[in-house]
């Protein structure tokens, strides 16, 4: 905190919204493994024959179309900690879904690993922004710190540190400055 800034709490309202977002996800995602404090005070799909596992903090926000989260027998769904799930967001795994930490997905994006060709595991990096209406197919690979843009379709990896716009998606390296 930096000095002379007032430190703000939530309200005791706030503070049991939140307590029901908390409990509303341990209900919601009682299949799957969560970690400490995942919330939502929304609609969420849980189709959970596979392992889904969640990490701490996650968020699903709350929006006019539910998010779904679909593992099948046998598959993976992993979603890493402090990571936020606008609303529908759709994760649909066949075989295996990696989500790294401190990703955010933008309304309406999707993530599969199986379409009428193949199938094939999708792995995330740590903060990805993945935006509005994005949609990423099996067997990519997303690098650390990237930004898919809206409406944007990612059929082949995206190197970390990289803006990937267009269908199909093409890249630009992102200036990281240090």
Request: proline residues 6%.
């Amino acid at each position: 905190m930096t000095p002379g800034a007032r430190q703000t709490f939530p309200s005791p309202g706030e503070r049991l919204l939140r307590a029901i977002g908390i409990l509303r996800a341990r209900w919601l995602f009682r299949h799957c493994r969560c970690g400490p404090r995942v919330h939502t005070r929304t609609r969420v799909r849980v189709d959970a024959r596979g392992l889904v596992e969640l990490g701490a903090r996650v968020q699903f926000w709350e929006g006019m179309i539910p998010q779904e989260l679909v593992c099948a027998e046998g598959a993976e769904l992993i979603v890493g900690a402090y990571s936020l799930l606008n609303y529908g967001v759709s994760l649909r795994a066949s075989r295996s879904i990696r989500i790294g930490q401190r990703c955010m997905f933008g309304a309406l994006a999707q993530v599969y690993d199986s379409d009428r060709d193949r199938t094939a595991p999708v792995i995330i990096g740590d903060d990805v922004w993945v935006a509005h209406g994005a949609i990423v197919g099996p067997g990519v690979t997303i690098g650390e710190g990237s930004v898919v843009g809206a409406g944007s379709v990612v059929t082949e990896d995206v190197p970390a540190w990289s803006l990937a716009v267009g269908n199909p998606a093409k890249c630009t390296p992102l200036k990281r400055e240090r």
